[in-house]
T-cell receptor, first 111, second 115 residues
């Protein structure tokens, strides 16, 4: 399985932007980059996904490096409810359907 | 517009008993995935089913575990003769199709505790 590398933890202040990095140097040309987050005692929640171009939705933005070996999830204004574990996942063509979760980044938001 | 529904939310079993976990996918979704999350760990893929068929069971333990997704009704993850190591949160996800760009929608899980 293609692997992703994320920092174990990050901190942010409320109302400030947050940039969550993810390295995926072994990504192949057809792999999609997905982001999920998991709040305490809940299931993972889909955040955003992309292939090559940067993406925006109501929750976040996804910036993908030109060589696609890394990406950054951007929360434009962090709130206390954004405190969660954020997972960066590669969805591979050869394992369609299966998502391989790493350890993710635990985001702490300080008031 | 109900999301993925899992029940029960909490299940307690004694060693040697059977555990049955149920998952109703989102309306219109025919692809179901089961994941297991041990305490303080990330989610591990177990099995992927598409109505009446097991597509990928590469993450399922070879013994005691089985999964089904019948034509009618919820998907069931069944664990026979449970042991303490089966204690975990079990999450179900569903998707509209299996394309790489298709997000998976997760339920809030069943927390299984083995006494």
């Amino acid at each position: 399985d293609a692997k992703t590398t994320q920092p174990n933890s990050m901190e942010s202040n409320e109302e400030e932007p947050v940039h969550l990095p993810c390295n995926h140097s072994t990504i192949s040309g057809t792999d999609y980059i997905h982001w999920y987050r998991q709040l305490p005692s809940q299931g993972p929640e889909y955040v955003i996904h992309g292939l090559t171009s940067n993406v925006n939705n109501r929750m976040a933005s996804l910036a993908i490096a030109e060589d696609r070996k890394s990406s950054t999830l951007i929360l434009h204004r962090a709130t206390l409810r954004d405190a969660a574990v954020y997972y960066c996942i590669l969805r591979e063509n050869t394992n369609a359907g299966k998502s391989t979760f790493g350890d993710g980044t635990t985001l702490t938001v300080k008031p | 517009n109900a999301g993925v529904m899992q029940n029960p939310r909490h299940l307690v079993r004694r060693r040697g008993q059977e555990a049955r976990l149920r998952c109703s996918p989102m309306k219109g979704h025919s692809h179901v995935y089961w994941y297991r999350q041990l305490p303080e760990e990330g989610l591990k893929f177990m099995v992927y089913l598409q109505k009446e068929n097991i597509i990928d069971e590469s993450g399922m333990p070879k013994e005691r575990f089985s999964a089904e997704f019948p034509k009618e009704g919820p998907s069931i993850l069944r664990i026979q003769q449970v042991v303490r190591g089966d204690s975990a949160a079990y999450f179900c996800a569903s998707s509209l199709d299996t394309g790489q760009g298709q997000p998976q929608h997760f339920g809030d899980g069943t927390r299984l505790s083995i006494l």
